[in-house]
């Protein structure tokens, strides 16, 4: 599902215009990027949580020549499944 497809589907549930539904999504977003930029976590009870992990430097290998490479430490953005997901996922 693409966002624009993502966006009819919530005017259409929420009998929003389409304007209105694609502006509460960016909104929503933008607020989860917000907070995980600062370093903080999202969750909604039964559905999941997003957070930011460290992932530490290590070394790496190029691609096409094989040479090993430095790749730096980052934060990475993560999304855990809450159960209420994944009963529905699972059926």
């Known amino acids: 599902m693409t966002k624009s497809e993502f ?23 933008s607020a989860i990027q917000t907070t995980l930029s600062r370093g903080g976590e999202v969750a909604f009870t039964g559905f999941g949580k997003f957070h930011v992990a460290e992932r530490g430097a290590r070394q790496g290998k190029h691609p096409r020549t094989g040479q090993p490479i430095y ?17 529905a996922v699972n059926g």
Request: proline fraction near 2%; aromatic fraction near 2%.
């Open 7 to 29: 966006v009819d589907q919530v005017a259409q549930d929420a009998n929003l215009s389409k304007k209105d539904a694609e502006q509460a999504v960016d909104t929503v977003l």
């Open 71 to 87: 790749i730096q430490a980052s934060r990475v953005p993560r999304f855990s499944a809450g159960a209420k997901l994944k009963k």
